[in-house]
């Protein structure tokens, strides 16, 4: 059964839709691009998905990476 993901996290969106693996490699490799790809693809806005990925990049150990 589909759920709608609007109002998910973004970690909730991550595994709902099976792209955390994605989103891991993207992460530990700092791929900026794979980050907003991996993110789109979780339907992020394109304006929230290069934020996401610059903060992420930007700390990665505070995210955990």
């Known amino acids: 059964m589909n759920q709608p993901i609007d109002g998910m ?21 700092r791929d900026f691009d794979r980050l ?10 394109r304006e929230q998905a290069e934020q996401t990925a610059r903060a992420l990049i930007a700390n990665p150990k505070l995210y955990g990476f």
Not at 36 to 45: F, G, W
């Open 9 to 29: 996290t973004v970690n909730e969106r991550l595994a709902h839709l099976q792209l955390f693996e994605a989103f891991d490699a993207a992460a530990t490799a």
């Open 36 to 45: 907003v790809d991996v993110l789109l693809r979780a339907r992020l806005s």
